[in-house]
Nanobody, 115 residues
Framework: QVQLVESGGGLVQPGGSLRLSCTASTRIFASTVMAWYRQAPGKQREMVARQYSTTAPYYLDSVKGRFTISRDNAKRTAYLSMNDLKPEDTGVYYC?????????WGQGTQVTVSS
């Protein structure tokens, strides 16, 4: 069973920055697809960014140019760097690991953008 542990959420003012981290327990981390999702109150969960190991990352249109997904395979950790945060970025952020048809989720971390 793969476990994902997230950290880095918090309260930030509009225009601020945060970096989320997601550390995986699996040794095959380098072969996995990593993604970040978010869920705002009363809304469906949506994919924010996704990164395969060999192709360009995908970003939700509303975060392009502001968010960056990255990974450190040696540390088995994925990151989501978020800049110029807006109130509409508020929500619970989840990391997701995909490998050979299986999907695993982190526990979620709250991001609140408010003045």
């Amino acid at each position: 069973q793969v476990q994902l542990v997230e950290s880095g959420g918090g309260l930030v003012q509009p225009g601020g920055s945060l970096r989320l981290s997601c550390t995986a327990s699996t040794r095959i981390f380098a072969s996995t697809v990593m993604a970040w999702y978010r869920q705002a109150p009363g809304k469906q969960r949506e994919m924010v960014a996704r990164q395969y190991s060999t192709t360009a990352p995908y970003y939700l249109d509303s975060v392009k140019g502001r968010f960056t997904i990255s990974r450190d395979n040696a540390k088995r950790t994925a990151y989501l760097s978020m800049n110029d945060l807006k109130p509409e970025d508020t929500g619970v952020y989840y990391c997701n690991l995909g490998f050979q048809g299986a999907n695993y989720w982190g526990q979620g971390t709250q991001v609140t953008v408010s003045s």
